[in-house]
């Protein structure tokens, strides 16, 4: 209500002593009331929204800011600390990675090397193998064989047989029977054969001729001598003198040059496979 309304209102005369009364008593509360408003502070409900509520709003804000950040850089600290871990994590498998690949692949080089060399060694030992078969037979033939000359007259010396006739007959003749034998007339290469072939104490036909050369001398199988032991004064030459036969068995060369028609011993030789 105004003011002047009420001052209005006391100064108009009223029919009514006690309503007149009332007002006055009224206006003086008034004024009581409006004295209390300038002199006491409002400590009502209305009051405690004033500064003093801004103020505990304000900092209740900046308390919860303060934590949100702080949870905030914990959060973003601990997504860091994820990220380096997942980022060394991953170097690091990748890294074994790396190793593991490259120790499988040397673990398969190495697998192949040891699957060659099992294949080159297992290759060898059935060569080996194989050999040893061949060797078996062949000492087998061998002591077959030994076991047949012996029956049969053949002496073994140095890897060949050989047989001492018990006949005479002419080079030719000689010779054809070594070849039905299955050997040809001596072959004689070394000092230790020379001295094998001497020791029979017989004269015996060998096999050297110059029957298709005169000034040539050749063995049976075509090669020219390497050696000799020829007597002295030997050969003596001449067309009808083209074979060679051994005349002593006490001296060392003992080769003399003789007509192929002459009646002699002969040696065959069959040499065996080396």
């Known amino acids: 209500m105004d003011q002047l309304d009420i001052y209005a209102n006391v100064e108009r005369p009223s029919a009514n002593p006690g309503k007149k009364k009332s007002l006055e008593i009224f206006s003086e509360s008034i004024y009581s009331n409006k004295d209390n408003i300038h002199t006491q502070p409002n400590r009502t409900g209305p009051a405690i929204s004033g500064a003093g509520g801004k103020r505990v709003n304000k900092s209740s804000c900046s308390a ?13 600290t601990g997504l860091i600390t994820l990220v380096f871990l997942f980022t060394k994590g991953k170097s690091e498998w990748e890294m074994e990675m790396v190793l593991l690949h490259t120790s499988y692949n040397n ?9 060659t060399s099992y ?3 297992t290759k060898e030992q059935d060569r080996l193998q194989q ?77 050297l001729t110059n029957k298709v050369k005169e000034v040539t001398w050749k063995w049976v199988d ?23 036969k051994i005349i002593s068995s006490n001296l060392d060369n003992n080769w003399n040059d003789e007509s192929c028609n002459l009646q002699n011993f002969w040696i065959c030789e069959k040499r065996l496979p080396v």
């Not at 919860?64 to 973003?76: E, K, R, T, Y």
């Not at 007259?153 to 034998?181: A, E, H, P």
């Not at 075509?222 to 060679?244: V, Y």
């Open 64 to 76: 919860a800011a303060v934590f949100l950040g702080l949870l905030c850089l914990l959060l973003l």
């Open 107 to 115: 673990l398969t080089k190495e697998l192949d090397q040891l699957q």
């Open 131 to 207: 050999r040893v078969e061949n060797i078996t037979m062949e000492t087998n033939d061998l002591q077959k064989n030994l076991q047949d000359c012996d029956q049969l007259g053949w002496v073994y010396f140095n890897m060949s047989f050989y047989y001492i006739s018990l006949l005479k007959k002419s080079w030719q003749d000689s010779r054809d029977d070594c070849l039905q034998r299955g050997a040809d007339l001596v072959i004689i290469n070394s000092k230790e054969e020379q001295n094998f072939s001497s020791q029979f104490k017989r004269l015996t036909w060998i096999g």
């Open 222 to 244: 075509g090669t020219l001598p390497t050696t000799s032991f020829w007597a002295k004064g030997q050969p003596g030459g001449g067309k009808d003198r083209n074979c060679t």
């Open 119 to 121: 294949n080159n060694l």
